[in-house]
């Protein structure tokens, strides 16, 4: 069976859904419950990535470049959705990988601040955010 890309229209995620020629996925996004529709564009590359490179001075198009923001759209999708499970509520989805990866609290994660530093200056960081979240 071939495999399918449905875009998501209110968040933009893509699922590759295997089904039939004469099928019709009719699911909802996994990620925000959104309506998907079938995508007949170019695959993975979203319109909003367009490379604004183009060939005019004979410079190839920065096809990897588009790719690679569109894996780590993908990839901020995926932690967010990682979170949430968890009962995380991240600021938003952008940058959503990162406070995964490097976040060492949920105050971090809810307040898209990553805090570095001293540990007691970290310390200090963590009660300012306790203020300002009530939790
Ligand atoms: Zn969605």
Redo the contacts with the bound molecule.
């Keep these: 069976m071939p495999i399918y890309v449905y875009r ?1 229209l ?4 893509s699922h590759e859904i295997r089904h039939g020629f004469d099928e019709t996925y009719d699911g909802t ?6 309506v ?1 529709r079938k995508y007949f564009g170019e695959v993975h590359i979203a319109a909003s990535a367009t490379p604004t490179r183009g060939t005019h001075d004979g410079k190839e198009i920065n096809w990897a470049g588009t790719k690679a923001k569109e894996r780590a759209k993908e990839k901020d999708m995926e932690a967010y959705k990682r979170l949430r499970s968890e009962g995380i509520q991240p600021k938003g989805i952008d940058g959503s990988a990162y406070v995964e990866r490097h976040a060492g609290s949920k105050w971090e994660v809810q307040s898209g601040t990553v805090l570095t530093g001293e540990k007691k200056d970290i310390r200090r960081k963590e009660r300012n955010l306790d203020t300002i979240l009530g939790d």
Excluded: P, Q
Excluded at 10 to 13: A, E, H, P
Excluded at 29 to 34: E, I, L, M, T
């Design positions: 998501c209110d968040c933009g995620l996004c996994d990620a925000c419950r959104g998907v």
